[in-house]
């Protein structure tokens, strides 16, 4: 029972350049979304969230789109840097509590220089 | 600086067996949660603890125990291993229940044949 799901396994992109990072989910009860990032042997970071009021949050480098009619998010990073290569996991969440949030498999993303 | 310290990092237990993933945090912070991610899965959560002595089950809390003696720590407790428990566990914590303040230890990688 896949909720999130983060259909490209890997995404490789040149320095410089924009990456989108990709997220589906299914259950339209969810109101809040997260993308978290985890770089080898560490523990996943939280990097940037959306409230579904919103269709847009930017963080610097990083800006989330949300389109709850197509029930799909999606991560830019603009320029893509070679620190941004890790794995970036999608979660979602109904009234942002914790104890329910659902988590997409993940995608892994690698700048090259 | 520690944060959430999760041991060990890696164990292979035989079927049947028990152990103790030991997590400690250091930030005085209310709750606490323990995931598992499987290959190409995202992140399910175990059981999670919103203060001492209060725990309760999360999407899959089959075939584990938990306890919440203190603020600081939450064991997690696997009682007679699987190879189905073969997986990634990290133990997470935040001082309060929404996503964008988890903070996830390193992960501990078990291995049940």
């Known amino acids: 029972d896949q909720q999130v799901k983060q259909n490209s396994p890997s995404l490789s992109v040149q320095e410089g350049r924009i990456s989108i990072l990709n997220c589906d989910y299914t259950?339209?009860?969810?109101?809040?979304f997260l993308w978290y990032k985890k770089y080898p042997a560490e523990g996943p970071t939280f990097l940037i969230s959306?409230?579904?009021?919103?269709d847009k949050n930017e963080d610097g480098r990083f800006t989330v789109f949300l389109n709850k009619s197509a029930k799909h998010l999606s991560l830019h990073i603009v320029p893509s840097q070679p620190g941004d290569s890790a794995v970036y996991f999608c979660?979602?969440?109904?009234?942002?509590?914790?104890?329910?949030?659902?988590f997409g498999a993940g995608t892994r993303l690698t700048v090259k220089p | 600086n520690a944060g959430v310290t999760q041991t060990p990092k890696f164990r292979i237990l035989k079927i049947g067996q028990s152990m103790t993933l030991q997590c400690a945090q250091d930030?005085?912070?209310?709750?606490m949660y323990w995931y598992r991610q499987d290959p190409g899965m995202g992140l399910k959560l175990i059981y999670y603890?919103?203060?001492?002595?209060?725990?309760d089950k999360g999407e899959v809390p089959n075939g584990y125990n938990v306890s919440r003696s203190t603020t600081e720590d939450f064991p997690l407790r696997l009682e007679l291993a699987a190879p189905s428990q073969t997986s990634v566990y990290f133990c997470?914590?935040?001082?309060?229940?929404?996503?964008?303040?988890?903070?996830f230890g390193e992960g501990s990688w078990l291995t049940v044949v």
């Open positions: 603890s919103v203060g001492a002595g209060i725990t």
């Open positions: 959306i409230s579904s009021i919103k």
């Open positions: 979660a979602a969440t109904v009234g942002d509590n914790n104890n329910d949030m659902r």
């Open positions: 930030m005085n912070h209310n709750y």
């Open positions: 259950n339209s009860m969810f109101d809040y």
């Open positions: 997470a914590s935040s001082q309060w229940d929404t996503g964008n303040t988890i903070y």
